[in-house]
């Protein structure tokens, strides 16, 4: 080995090869945190999918439980109505007065059990306006009233919580 002193050439070449090397070890801790990044992104990713599919999976399950028991409340509040007229039939001698007041009691159980439930009436009075959404005109006859009024009620109709569960059916006066 000889003791010359290095070309500025040599110089130049052993730069920028150090600083090639600094570059490459930058870029891969570089490469390494982004590597690490995305595998935690990752995680999250697949954490948050599973999350998802669980939370998913127990709306499914709940709308599944309230189909199967959002009836219950109302039935429990019909069993009682159901017992009355059992009571009411194993009566074998009763006076009218009695199977009248019975049947009455039995009403408003049924009754109550309506307003409980917001189960409400639909019942329109002679000369009310006729509304499609409340109504069905089963027939339109010539009366001494407006047209399209109500000159009949056939058939009580119900609301559900504001919800026509079944139109009232009625008669309205013709036009003339």
């Known amino acids: 080995m000889s003791d010359k002193p290095e070309s500025v050439e040599q110089q ?6 150090e600083q090639a090397a600094a570059q490459i070890a930058e ?11 995305a595998a935690e992104h990752y995680e999250q990713l ?17 709308v ?3 189909r199967k028991f959002g ?29 009248r007041e ?4 039995t009403l408003r159980q049924l009754v109550g059990a309506f307003e409980r439930h917001h189960l409400k009436d639909i019942a329109p009075a002679v000369g009310e306006k006729f ?22 009620l056939l058939q009580k109709g ?3 919580s504001d919800r026509v569960l079944r139109p009232a059916l009625v008669t309205v006066a013709a036009g003339s």
């Open 12 to 17: 130049v070449e052993a730069a920028a090869a």
């Open 158 to 160: 119900y609301l559900i």
């Open 102 to 105: 019975g049947v009455e009691t």
């Open 27 to 37: 870029l891969e801790a570089a490469l390494a945190e982004a590597q690490a990044k």
């Open 131 to 152: 509304d499609p959404h409340l109504h069905q005109a089963i027939s339109s006859v010539p009366a001494d009233q407006p047209a399209n009024t109500i000159v009949a």
């Open 46 to 62: 697949l954490r948050t999918h599973a999350e998802a599919e669980n939370v998913r999976r127990r709306a499914q399950e709940d």
């Open 71 to 99: 009836i219950e409340s109302f039935a429990e509040s019909l069993v009682p109505v159901k017992d009355s007229l059992e009571a009411a039939l194993a009566q074998t001698e009763q006076s009218p007065e009695s199977w």
């Open 64 to 66: 599944s439980k309230a």
